[in-house]
């Protein structure tokens, strides 16, 4: 499979844990982006990555969040100290900067979809 | 701030008909509109997408109509089938940066057998 790949899928998690996910985007991507969508809504941006640098980040991620892509392929994003509220789809994306009339898309993977009780 | 707004929020349609989802903008610094289309428990998968250099732009059953003075834009589906039922988002981002999307608030599309 060469698509983006986020792991766990499901995480169940109690209120005040820590809780840590990965994306694997796809290999010739050097952009990163996470984003957050909570029931009935659209996706929301977190944080994106250009390589290993990280270039923006929404007000959305608060200091419990922090996200991280060492060597510029797989990234994380942690939690700290969980509350009921962080509960949402996590969705992990790639895209090439490498041209930029042509693929722009930006690919999307399943997501991991958290649950904090 | 919603930057994207979309409508409508649930859409119902008979197999064989046009559904039609419209979306608004007000930054004109967007110049990359792409539609997603989502299943249950899946991510967003890229449906179609246009730049606001042409007005439309077809694939297959889908097509998207731009209207840049307005600001607007919006995806018809023809001849809705039941497997196109999925939640649509509309999503604009500033294409030369690259950066984020910014999406609207979802389409729930039923199309009836």
């Known amino acids: 499979d060469t698509g983006v790949s986020q792991d766990p899928r499901h995480k169940i998690t109690k209120r005040g844990q820590n809780v840590t996910f990965r994306c694997d985007p796809i290999?010739?991507?050097?952009?990163l982006y996470w984003y957050r969508q909570t029931l009935g809504q659209g996706p929301e941006f977190l944080t994106y990555?250009?390589?290993?640098?990280?270039?923006?980040k929404s007000r959305l991620l608060s200091d419990r969040f922090s996200a991280e892509r060492p060597k510029g392929s797989f990234s994380t994003l942690e939690i700290q100290r969980t509350e009921q509220g962080d509960s949402a789809m996590y969705l992990c994306?790639?895209?090439?900067?490498?041209?930029?009339?042509?693929?722009?898309?930006?690919?999307f993977g399943q997501g991991t979809r958290l649950t904090v009780v | 701030q919603q930057q994207v707004k979309q409508s409508p929020q649930s859409l119902i349609v008979q197999k064989g008909g046009i559904s039609i989802i419209n979306c608004a903008y007000e930054?004109?610094?967007?110049?990359?509109f792409p539609w997603y289309q989502q299943f249950p428990g899946k991510g967003p998968a890229l449906l179609i997408a246009?730049?606001?250099?042409?007005s439309e732009k077809k694939e297959g059953r889908f097509t998207i109509s731009f209207n840049k003075s307005a600001k607007q834009f919006s995806l018809h589906i023809m001849d809705s089938q039941p497997g196109d039922s999925a939640t649509y988002f509309c999503a604009a981002s500033r294409g030369s940066t690259l950066g984020r999307l910014y999406f609207g608030r979802g389409t729930q599309l039923t199309v009836w057998p």
């Open positions: 246009i730049r606001p250099d042409v």
């Open positions: 994306a790639s895209r090439s900067t490498e041209a930029y009339w042509k693929n722009t898309e930006a690919f």
């Open positions: 290999s010739e991507h050097n952009r």
């Open positions: 990555f250009q390589n290993e640098a990280q270039l923006e």
């Open positions: 930054n004109t610094a967007f110049d990359y």
